[in-house]
């Protein structure tokens, strides 16, 4: 432990001081979308600018606290799995707590430096420093149900049963559309779900 906090000095002693801007912290909400059975976070390079950190290292501390398969796709990154916005409000301020903000001062006018296999934690505001101790995040990692009664949505409808109601599907649901045709794009509103069978109230026609 000696050797690292002589390790962490030196590493400390050749950096440049910078004082922290005194900005106020705001990170941007996470925009998300479902594409199939993936979670899109649209806005991710926007957040990762925020935090000031490298765009891999917050990708790989997320894909780990998910436990799912993912990959960055330009400014946004897409999840395997389906996961709630509130999951991603808590990861973010997880790595916040974790990764960014000082401990003595609680500014974020943070950056990370490795000495040997260690991370730590330089404060720009207040010279502060600590070792980064990974915390779990303890996220309740809550999966979106496919539908939900009394929700809307926009589904196609991929086929007219023999009642004349038009058929959707949405992952294992079928859902009944009543006053549409084969290939429209309309908005519909959930009313009941038995078993794997959906039946909804026709809103408006998309397209």
């Known amino acids: ?7 962490l000095d030196r590493a ?3 950096l440049p001081e910078i004082k922290g801007t005194g900005e106020r912290f705001v990170v941007p909400e996470p925009k998300l979308l479902t594409e199939g059975k993936t979670t899109v976070l649209e806005n991710f390079a926007v957040i990762v600018d925020k935090l000031n950190r490298a765009p891999e290292h917050v990708f790989k501390f997320l894909l780990r606290e998910l436990g799912t398969a993912g990959k960055r796709d330009g ?4 999840f395997q799995g389906k996961f ?3 999951v991603f409000f808590q990861l973010v301020d997880a790595y916040i707590k974790d990764y960014v903000t000082c401990s003595e001062c609680g500014r974020p006018d943070t950056h990370l430096i490795k000495v040997e296999r260690f991370l730590a934690l330089r404060c720009d505001a207040c010279g502060a420093h600590r070792p980064v101790s990974k915390q779990a ?5 809550v999966k979106e ?11 196609r409808i991929e086929a007219v049963g023999r009642k004349g109601d038009g058929i959707a599907k949405k992952d294992k649901y079928t ?11 309309v908005k519909i509103k959930i009313k009941k779900i038995t078993g794997n069978l959906a039946f909804s109230e026709f809103l408006e026609k998309i397209s």
């Open 1 to 7: 432990m000696n050797d690292y906090l002589v390790n």
């Open 12 to 14: 400390l002693s050749k």
């Open 75 to 78: 400014n946004r990154v897409i």
């Open 84 to 86: 709630s916005s509130s």
């Open 137 to 141: 995040a303890a996220v309740h990692l």
């Open 145 to 155: 149900e496919a539908l939900k009664e009394g929700e809307t949505y926009e589904v």
């Open 175 to 185: 859902i009944y559309v009543p006053s549409t045709a084969k290939g429209d794009i």
